[in-house]
């Protein structure tokens, strides 16, 4: 029986392991590699480079996904990669697809949606997410917190950041994946919280939370 090789490159371990479970339904064969960041996913391809596919979450880190994307690109033009990610808005799923990437899963999708982006692109094909279009929920979520950020009279900047913010995501990852200083984010953050009239970031997630965003 032919393995088909793939490699899910997460920093979360029971993420990694609820992907493993699901491309385990792909089809027989399936082998799943595991790697928590980019820098220990390029060592396992330098070693064995007779990889079927990448499965790549954007939010990695030292390594961004994006950066990965870029490296993989060039040292293995023959591996796809198919992008799982939080991240889900319309730029950053034409980032990822202009960095080389095959296909785009949000993680707000139900497992068959992964399981046909997978399926599509080892049959050689590109998987365009239904996010792109903003169709799904994560699309709603996105027009959702754009109104948010509109209401509040947000720059479009803050409105990026406030929702990286919403994620979960420090400081220090903000900056790494707009291509910011971590002092830049601070000043966003902290223009982010006056005009929201909070103290906290929990007190903003509150508030985002009680004007019906998913965060």
Not at 88 to 104: L, T
């Given at each position: 029986?032919?393995?088909?090789?793939?490699?899910?490159?997460?920093?979360?371990?029971l993420?990694?392991?609820?992907m493993a479970l699901?491309?385990?339904?792909?089809?027989?064969?399936?082998v799943c590699?595991?790697?928590s960041?980019?820098?220990?996913?390029?060592?396992?391809?330098?070693?064995?480079?007779?990889?079927?596919?990448?499965?790549?979450?954007?939010?990695?880190?030292?390594?961004?996904?994006?950066?990965?994307?870029?490296?993989?690109?060039?040292?293995?033009?023959?591996?796809?990669?198919?992008?799982?990610s939080?991240l889900?808005?319309?730029?950053?799923?034409?980032?990822?697809?202009?960095?080389?990437?095959?296909?785009?899963v949000?993680?707000?999708s139900?497992?068959?949606?992964?399981?046909?982006a997978?399926?599509?692109?080892l049959?050689?094909?590109?998987?365009?997410p239904?996010?792109?279009?903003?169709?799904?929920?994560?699309?709603?979520?996105?027009?959702?917190s754009q109104?948010?950020?509109?209401?509040?009279?947000?720059t479009?900047?803050q409105?990026?950041?406030?929702?990286?913010v919403?994620?979960?995501?420090?400081?220090?990852?903000?900056?790494?994946?707009?291509?910011?200083?971590e002092?830049?984010?601070?000043?966003?953050?902290?223009?982010?919280?006056?005009?929201?009239?909070?103290?906290?970031?929990?007190?903003?997630?509150?508030?985002?939370?009680?004007?019906?965003?998913?965060?």
């Open positions: 029986m032919m393995q088909t090789r793939i490699l899910i490159i997460e920093d979360h371990v993420v990694r392991e609820a699901t491309l385990a339904q792909v089809g027989e064969g399936v590699e595991q790697a960041n980019a820098t220990d996913a390029l060592a396992l391809l330098e070693a064995n480079p007779d990889c079927d596919l990448l499965v790549v979450d954007l939010m990695l880190p030292e390594i961004n996904g994006f950066s990965l994307l870029g490296a993989i690109a060039k040292r293995f033009p023959d591996v796809p990669a198919l992008v799982v939080a889900d808005d319309r730029e950053s799923v034409q980032r990822a697809m202009k960095a080389g990437a095959s296909g785009f949000s993680k707000a139900p497992s068959n949606t992964l399981i046909e997978v399926r599509t692109i049959a050689g094909g590109v998987f365009t239904e996010t792109a279009t903003g169709t799904d929920g994560s699309g709603r979520n996105r027009r959702a109104a948010f950020a509109e209401r509040f009279q947000l479009a900047a409105g990026r950041v406030l929702e990286l919403a994620q979960g995501k420090s400081n220090r990852d903000i900056a790494e994946f707009l291509g910011l200083s002092g830049t984010v601070k000043v966003h953050v902290s223009a982010i919280l006056r005009a929201l009239g909070v103290t906290s970031r929990a007190q903003a997630l509150l508030l985002m939370t009680r004007a019906g965003l998913r965060v």
